[in-house]
């Protein structure tokens, strides 16, 4: 079974940084779109960024342009967001995505096809 475990999150102040890490076993991810996305109460869900693992190419919403970075450990299997200047408006649930066998990237929730349980993030102002 495909399992994604995000870690990381928690209560940071503004202006401050976190990173979260996307732990993924249970396949391959040779071929993947790995994507991070946020959900507030209330609001739909939010794509941040993605990362395509063969080549290490990356998107990201203009939201957090400049102050987010997504990579990966390939030793580790481990997507990364490193988030920097954090703002109250970041604050959210954070899930880490994935598509096993990807030939491009998606900003869309729909693209993929496994997720993890999400991990906390709270900006305080």
């Known amino acids: 079974q495909v399992q994604l475990v995000e870690s990381g999150g928690g209560l940071v102040q503004t202006g401050g940084s976190l990173r979260l890490s996307c732990a993924a076993s249970g396949r391959t991810f040779s071929s993947a779109a790995m994507g991070w996305f946020r959900q507030a109460p209330g609001k739909e869900r939010e794509f941040v960024a993605a990362?395509?693992?063969?080549?290490?190419?990356?998107i990201y919403a203009d939201s957090v342009k400049g102050r987010v970075t997504i990579s990966r450990d390939n030793a580790k299997t481990t997507v990364y967001l490193e988030m920097n200047s954090l703002k109250p408006e970041d604050t959210a649930v954070y899930y880490c995505?994935?598509?096993?066998?990807?030939?491009?990237?998606?900003?869309?929730?729909?693209?993929?096809?496994?997720w993890g349980q999400g991990t906390q993030v709270t900006v305080s102002s």
């Open positions: 990362l395509m693992w063969n080549g290490g190419s990356t």
């Open positions: 995505a994935a598509r096993t066998t990807a030939f491009g990237l998606s900003t869309h929730p729909g693209f993929y096809d496994f």
